[in-house]
């Protein structure tokens, strides 16, 4: 751990050498982009199976929409189980959808989402999952609510059904810059910048989390135990990541997903939004609370998944953007058996970005660095992955990445991938690491790049062992302007404790802008 915090912030160093431009040579756009909170009530095939099914799933999504132009938006999400007993179904989607005004401030809105997941694998089989919807929506200041009829239909499975679905819209506003400016400092050294940079920064706080969860109470494992349902007592292993954006000086609303890694077969994943806040502040440590509500399962005991995670803790500043942090709390699922108390670390990295004005202290700085990020999605073909049952099958997966650039060269990625092809649905992976990329050749249209990325995977009996799992990959760039690319790229997925050995294949595109951080 020691060496690879050594390794993170000598990369981050490297940023430093860059050159100093005038802020007035700095053109930036502004994307009004949208969350959406959506519920829908699945009606379940209770009827077609052998065992005891609840008739209904609630099913909750997160969907983060971008505008690409006046009628149309694409976006990314995760829906999760909170009612019924399928705690611990989680899915990973794409959205593109159609949005055009009616009567004033009444919309009609329609979309189609694609992703994979599961829970209960004789439900979902392979994981794939289509929901077509269209609806009414109303639109007031940038905020909105709506309903909608739609078709939930795992195509693999048996788990589908119509429904009625309601929604709630809140804005998220991103100022940004072309991606050909990223890495670079520039400085306001005169009167002339237009006014789009003095505006307020929005602050806010990533985070990579190690916990361990000590259950206690009635918390039972499931199946793949034996005895089957058995008392839990082992510790288990949990490695996180949390984005905070603050509301307030001291006031924070966040996000934040689990996955385990040691304690149990692998399969455990949780999902939380909830609010925090700072109660005692000083220049080096900060004392803090959260209470954070959303859904969790898998290797668990069958439940709803709706579940309550308050925490406390405090953070210690190593420099105005790194911190280390220490906390404690506990995991309680609403109206089912599983709790936990929990305990652990976390790396932060604390930002003000997208312009020059501290958000609530009305402060002007004079030097905003720009780092390239990027978003990309792919499908991703692994052959003859090892199953628990002794056999091998192939896996189709639907996998969104984040890159975050460290230099012109070297830059920073994670993963998530969920499987929605290949009888094991309900199996996925969260993978972060490190990449290099050559310069353009070929009149700037092509680049190559290595990623090394580890982290945990599991879930409907694929050999995973405990979930550790280690994916260098190789590949190449196709650059059809300076922000969009086509990449395809091939890779060895090993797991150092179960018996995977597979080489996959990854095909996809990747969009690239730079965000603006005020330097102090």
Same mark, same amino acid.
């Given at each position: 751990?020691?060496?690879?915090l050594?390794l993170?912030?000598?990369?981050l160093?490297?940023?430093?050498y860059?050159?100093t431009?005038s802020?007035?040579?700095?053109?930036g #756009?502004?994307?009004?982009?949208?969350?959406?909170?959506n519920?829908?009530l699945?009606?379940?095939?209770? #009827?077609?199976?052998?065992?005891?099914?609840?008739?209904?799933l609630? &099913?909750?999504?997160?969907?983060?929409n971008i505008?690409?132009?006046?009628?149309l938006?694409?976006?990314?999400g995760?829906?999760?189980?909170?009612t019924?007993?399928?705690?611990?179904?989680?899915?990973?989607?794409?959205t593109?959808?159609? +949005?055009?005004?009616?009567?004033?401030?009444?919309?009609?809105?329609?979309?189609m989402?694609?992703?994979?997941?599961?829970?209960?694998r004789s439900?979902?089989?392979g994981?794939?999952m289509i929901?077509?919807?269209?609806?009414?929506q109303y639109?007031k200041?940038?905020?909105?609510?709506?309903?909608?009829y739609g078709?939930?239909?795992?195509?693999t499975g048996i788990q589908?059904s119509?429904n009625v679905s309601?929604f709630?819209?809140i804005?998220? /506003?991103?100022?940004?810059?072309?991606?050909?400016?990223a890495?670079?400092? &520039?400085t306001l $050294?005169?009167?002339?910048?237009?006014?789009?940079?003095? #505006?307020p920064?929005?602050?806010?706080?990533q985070? /990579?989390?190690?916990?361990?969860?000590?259950?206690?109470?009635?918390s =039972?494992?499931d199946?793949?135990t $034996?005895?089957?349902?058995?008392?839990?007592?082992?510790?288990?292993?949990?490695?996180?990541?949390?984005?905070?954006?603050y509301?307030?000086?001291?006031?924070?609303v966040y996000?934040?997903?689990?996955?385990?890694y040691?304690?149990?077969?692998?399969?455990?994943?949780?999902?939380?939004f909830?609010?925090?806040?700072?109660?005692?502040?000083t220049?080096n440590?900060?004392?803090?609370a959260?209470?954070?509500?959303?859904?969790a @399962?898998? =290797?668990?005991?069958?439940? @709803? @998944?709706?579940?309550?995670y308050?925490?406390?803790g405090?953070?210690v500043?190593?420099?105005?953007k790194?911190?280390?942090?220490?906390h404690?709390?506990?995991?309680?699922?609403?109206?089912g058996?599983?709790?936990?108390?929990?305990? @652990?670390?976390s790396?932060k990295y604390y930002?003000?970005?997208g312009g020059?004005k501290?958000?609530?202290?009305?402060?002007i700085a004079?030097?905003?660095?720009?780092?390239?990020?990027?978003?990309?999605?792919?499908?991703?073909t692994?052959?003859k992955?090892a199953?628990?049952?002794n056999?091998?099958i192939d896996?189709?997966?639907?996998s969104?990445k984040?890159?975050?650039?460290?230099?012109k060269?070297f830059?920073?990625?994670?993963?998530?991938?969920?499987a929605?092809e290949g009888k094991?649905g309900g199996?996925?992976?969260?993978?972060?690491g490190l990449?290099?990329?050559?310069?353009?050749?070929? +009149?700037d249209?092509?680049?190559?790049?290595?990623?090394?990325?580890?982290?945990?995977?599991?879930?409907?009996?694929?050999?995973?062992g405990e979930?550790?799992?280690?994916?260098p990959t190789?590949g190449?760039n196709?650059?059809?302007?300076?922000?969009l690319?086509l990449?395809a790229?091939?890779g060895?997925?090993?797991?150092p404790y179960? $018996?995977?050995?597979s080489t996959?294949?990854?095909?996809?595109f990747?969009y690239n802008?730079?965000?603006l +951080?005020?330097k #102090?």
């Amino acid at each position: 751990m020691k060496n690879l915090l050594f390794l993170f912030v000598v990369l981050l160093s490297f940023q430093n050498y860059s050159q100093t431009n005038s802020l007035s040579e700095l053109k930036g #756009k502004e994307l009004h982009n949208s969350i959406r909170l959506n519920y829908i009530l699945v009606h379940q095939p209770f #009827k077609q199976v052998p065992y005891e099914l609840a008739p209904t799933l609630g &099913f909750v999504g997160l969907t983060y929409n971008i505008p690409l132009n006046d009628w149309l938006y694409a976006g990314a999400g995760f829906h999760t189980a909170i009612t019924g007993d399928q705690g611990g179904l989680f899915t990973l989607g794409v959205t593109l959808g159609v +949005n055009t005004p009616i009567y004033k401030n009444l919309y009609f809105d329609a979309n189609m989402h694609f992703g994979g997941g599961g829970g209960f694998r004789s439900l979902v089989n392979g994981g794939g999952m289509i929901y077509p919807n269209a609806g009414l929506q109303y639109k007031k200041n940038d905020y909105s609510f709506g309903v909608q009829y739609g078709y939930v239909n795992f195509f693999t499975g048996i788990q589908k059904s119509d429904n009625v679905s309601f929604f709630i819209e809140i804005p998220s /506003i991103l100022r940004m810059s072309s991606y050909k400016d990223a890495q670079k400092t &520039f400085t306001l $050294n005169d009167n002339s910048v237009d006014e789009f940079w003095t #505006k307020p920064a929005v602050k806010s706080v990533q985070q /990579i989390t190690f916990d361990y969860f000590f259950p206690i109470g009635m918390s =039972r494992a499931d199946v793949t135990t $034996n005895p089957q349902y058995k008392s839990l007592t082992e510790t288990l292993s949990i490695i996180g990541f949390e984005y905070q954006r603050y509301l307030t000086s001291n006031t924070f609303v966040y996000a934040h997903v689990d996955t385990m890694y040691s304690g149990l077969v692998s399969g455990f994943m949780d999902l939380f939004f909830g609010v925090g806040k700072n109660f005692i502040e000083t220049k080096n440590v900060n004392f803090f609370a959260k209470m954070g509500i959303g859904a969790a @399962g898998g =290797r668990i005991y069958p439940e @709803g @998944g709706l579940t309550m995670y308050p925490s406390a803790g405090f953070d210690v500043h190593l420099t105005d953007k790194l911190g280390l942090s220490a906390h404690g709390g506990y995991h309680r699922a609403i109206g089912g058996t599983f709790e936990a108390y929990t305990a @652990g670390l976390s790396l932060k990295y604390y930002g003000l970005t997208g312009g020059l004005k501290d958000p609530f202290s009305d402060d002007i700085a004079s030097t905003i660095k720009t780092h390239g990020v990027g978003v990309g999605v792919q499908n991703q073909t692994y052959f003859k992955m090892a199953k628990d049952d002794n056999t091998t099958i192939d896996l189709e997966m639907i996998s969104l990445k984040l890159f975050y650039d460290l230099n012109k060269r070297f830059y920073l990625v994670g993963e998530t991938s969920f499987a929605y092809e290949g009888k094991s649905g309900g199996y996925a992976h969260g993978i972060f690491g490190l990449g290099i990329r050559s310069n353009p050749f070929l +009149n700037d249209k092509i680049s190559t790049f290595i990623e090394l990325m580890g982290g945990v995977a599991g879930g409907a009996g694929v050999d995973t062992g405990e979930g550790i799992l280690v994916r260098p990959t190789i590949g190449v760039n196709y650059h059809l302007n300076e922000s969009l690319s086509l990449n395809a790229a091939v890779g060895q997925t090993i797991t150092p404790y179960g $018996n995977i050995n597979s080489t996959n294949l990854n095909i996809g595109f990747t969009y690239n802008l730079s965000i603006l +951080n005020t330097k #102090k």
